[in-house]
């Protein structure tokens, strides 16, 4: 099956700087790389997804990059503000499966 | 919150006795999917299911069952509950129509097996 490998396990960034989110599949027929952000004490939410016909997709402050030759994908969050810490999930799936694979999660800190 | 909810929300219950816990859609997603969630594993798929009475195995499966009679209802059982087993449940749904691919999580259930 499906293997997602995630890294670094935990990030340290000061307030304004990026961060960045590295994810890794073993699978090339997944086509689908969602990420999501957990709260303490709250549900896993969806912040940006990709699928493999694109490259790279932007949603404000947070972007995703999928280079599927190298099997890897990227969640980048730039100017960092103290409420994007939080964990942070990576995913792999393959559409007609249904089913999800996740990354062990990176506990993001931002430093006011 | 894609209209899923989880109960009961937290439970804390004895070694041996059996446990149910619920999910319900009202989203009319096709499939459902049950996670433990544990400290260094991430979310781990116990069972889910792409149908009503259409279920399959996750990667860590053993000591659960799952039953699925209604699309909007996807049940989670521990026959015999052992500590290993205590954890934050999670259940999710997709494969809305045109957007197969999202997932959405419920709020969770957080069981202690004493």
């Known amino acids: 099956g499906e293997n997602v490998e995630q890294h670094p396990s935990t990030l340290s960034v000061q307030e304004g700087d990026s961060a960045v989110i590295k994810c890794t599949y073993s699978?090339?027929?997944?086509?689908?790389f969602p990420w999501y952000k957990q709260e303490l004490g709250k549900r896993p939410q969806l912040i940006i997804d990709?699928?493999?016909?694109?490259g790279e997709k932007k949603d404000q402050r947070i972007a995703v990059t999928l280079n599927k030759t190298a099997k890897h994908f990227s969640l980048h969050i730039t100017e960092t503000q103290p409420e994007d810490s939080a964990v942070y999930f990576c995913a792999a799936s393959i559409y007609a499966g249904n089913q999800f694979y996740f990354g062990t999660g990176t506990s993001l800190t931002v430093i006011p | 919150d894609a209209g899923i909810t989880q109960s009961p929300r937290h439970k804390v219950t004895e070694t041996g006795t059996p446990v149910t816990l619920r999910c319900h859609q009202t989203e009319n997603h096709r499939y459902m999917y049950w996670y433990r969630q544990d400290p260094g594993h991430g979310l781990r798929l116990i069972h889910y299911?792409?149908?009503?009475?259409?279920?399959d195995k996750g990667e860590v499966s053993d000591g659960y069952s799952v039953s699925r009679s209604k699309t909007e209802d996807f049940l989670l059982t521990l026959e015999s509950a052992t500590s290993s087993q205590t954890s934050v449940y999670f259940c999710?749904?997709?494969?809305?129509?045109?957007?197969?691919?999202?997932?959405?999580f419920g709020p969770g259930t957080r069981l202690t097996v004493l």
């Open positions: 299911s792409y149908g009503v009475k259409d279920t």
């Open positions: 990709i699928r493999s016909n694109v």
């Open positions: 699978d090339s027929a997944s086509n689908y």
């Open positions: 999710a749904i997709s494969g809305r129509e045109r957007v197969n691919n999202e997932q959405f």
